[in-house]
């Protein structure tokens, strides 16, 4: 059984919801069997022609990327839950629903009444499936290439605005990319009442988890744009243009690789701009979600202790916990912006004439499409084909380094004319003592420490309750309190693992978190005009 899915470099272990397991032969007698590794069986056949494996699958996860079993549908990611035999993956392969006739079934496979079809294992794992009395589908149309557009959870979609928007940021992407991988696409939606937010890859489709359902067409539709850009994105890279690591996948341990920056960073960035390429984002928009990343990048110490290159291959390691405070960085959000200032450094060697569309749509052509992984040296070797220059100290001091982000950043930020600004944050709790918190009840919990800042010099951690300043209770209002205390010697009252704590914050007097973001020229050349418009396009 895999144990690990696409899309998510991390293991996942699914044989751990397995109970029941049994083995029969033609005629119907249990075989005997035994376990040789943590989600590999080894079985007696006693020279049976056919086997037959039984089991129980516990599925109560709801995500983009498990398998859901409720009174209302049956959700599936075969690769949680489908077993497999070296000797048998290239095989077709099918997968037959035992449902109620009133179920529909949303999925990117053949299918022929309730039986689903895939030519091998592979591409059986990659396409999920939902089954359901009370799916909503529409569909739009774009190059001659259908896309679906199924709902689980909701009673009522705005079809007409999706395929409008959908069908912009599409046309785009496929305009950039000249063709797409597969002759038909799914998007797969789960609803849910409860906050969500998480999008799943796979070759002809993907699946996105939203909610709660009452925002997804109103101040939740900017995320759902933005998840569905992204994952389309990944159609082509990712589920084409793949890391030499991963071509082809193996389900059985991890696959290690440090080019996280290219399947994560480059989606990230270019999921977003292609909102803004197409229209469906106007200027302002976009800048909300870029100023995302780059707050993100500034908040996190990790950036001055571990590259991007190391994170990748190190989520299979902590996976996509926080981990020790400022050990690692993200690879969405590093890779965004190295992909951002590759793409105008791009730009600037070649006068506007190419940019990341032009290194991603090769990469497409002459790796992808000839059955080949992508390689560091062949990212690399590409860049230098389209600019004809040499970037190995870019890829040394970024991809590899820990050098500040702020030179490559504001170089690239000019050539466009824009500036990189930051001002000291507007709570005094995150400016004057360097602590992100969330309110947790009447009290706030400590999510970020600044490293070197007031709060983390007089002593807290990291989940610290603060319950109180200078002895007044916080009563849902800290930065009230800190403001008042400003030009007297603070103490913070703290509630750590069950023992009541009393902190002296050291008076330090320079500003913390800042607050990111890029802002225009105020009297920008002609060259960066052209530039920008060049850039949006």
Not at 111 to 118: E, P, R, V
Not at 360 to 389: P, Q, W
Not at 411 to 428: F, N, Q, R, T, V
């Amino acid at each position: 059984m895999p144990t690990w899915r696409p899309g998510r470099y991390e293991l996942g272990n699914f044989v751990k919801n397995v109970r029941h397991f049994q083995v029969f032969g033609s005629s119907k007698k249990p075989l005997s069997f035994k376990k040789s590794h943590k989600a590999v069986w080894e079985v007696q056949t006693k020279g049976e022609e056919s086997i037959r494996v039984v089991y129980q699958y516990y599925a109560k996860d709801l995500n983009a990327g498990s398998s859901f079993l409720s009174e209302d549908q049956m959700y599936v990611n075969p690769v949680n839950c489908f077993v497999f035999t070296d000797e048998t993956t290239e095989m077709p392969i099918e997968c037959l629903l035992n449902i109620p006739k009133n179920y529909q079934i949303a999925c990117n496979l053949v299918q022929k009444g309730n039986t689903l079809s895939a030519p091998d294992f592979q591409t059986m794992v990659d396409s999920p499936f939902i089954a359901s009395p009370s799916l909503l589908h529409d569909e739009y149309e774009v190059g001659g290439i259908k896309f679906h557009l199924w709902f689980q959870g909701m009673e009522e979609v705005d079809f007409e605005r999706l395929k409008k928007d959908f069908s912009a940021f599409t046309q785009k992407q496929l305009e950039k990319f000249v063709e797409f991988p597969v002759n038909e696409y799914h998007f797969l939606f789960q609803i849910t009442s409860y906050r969500a937010y998480h999008g799943v890859e796979h070759h002809a489709s993907t699946v996105i988890l939203l909610g709660p359902t009452y925002s997804v067409f109103k101040n939740g539709y900017v995320d759902l744009l933005g998840v569905s850009s992204h994952e389309l994105y990944h159609t082509w890279n990712v589920k084409a243009i793949r890391s030499i690591e991963m071509f082809p996948y193996n389900f059985k341990e991890e696959n290690f690789s440090e080019l996280g920056y290219i399947c994560e960073g480059v989606t990230t960035y270019q999921g977003d701009l292609f909102l803004l390429k197409s229209g469906v984002f106007d200027w302002n928009q976009y800048k909300i979600e870029f100023n995302q990343q780059l707050q993100k990048h500034f908040d996190n110490p990790g950036r001055f202790n571990y590259s991007v290159a190391e994170s990748s291959f190190d989520t299979w390691l902590d996976g996509y916990e926080a981990g020790a405070p400022g050990r690692k960085v993200s690879i969405y959000t590093e890779g965004c912006l190295l992909a951002f200032a590759t793409d105008i450094r791009i730009r600037r060697a070649t006068k506007d004439k190419y940019g990341l569309d032009e290194l991603m749509k090769r990469l497409y052509f002459d790796y992808a499409l000839h059955g080949k992984g992508v390689s560091e040296a062949d990212y690399k070797a590409e860049i230098a084909n389209i600019t004809g220059e040499d970037w190995t100290e870019l890829f040394t001091d970024y991809f590899h380094g820990t050098k500040a982000y702020e030179i490559i950043l504001a170089d690239a930020l000019e050539y466009i004319g824009m500036e990189l600004s930051h001002i000291p944050s507007p709570k005094y709790s995150e400016a004057k003592l360097g602590i992100k918190t969330m309110p947790e009840g009447q009290n706030f919990k400590v999510m970020s420490v600044f490293t070197g800042g007031t709060a983390d010099m007089g002593g807290i951690m990291l989940e610290d309750d603060i319950i109180a300043v200078n002895g007044n209770a916080c009563q849902g209002e800290l930065d009230q309190w800190l403001e008042l205390c400003d030009n007297v010697e603070k103490t913070l009252l703290v509630q750590r693992k069950g023992k009541i704590i009393e902190l002296r914050l050291p008076e330090l007097q320079r500003s913390f978190f800042n607050v990111y973001s890029i802002v225009e020229m105020k009297n920008p050349t002609n060259a960066q005009v052209k530039a920008l418009e060049a850039w949006k396009k």
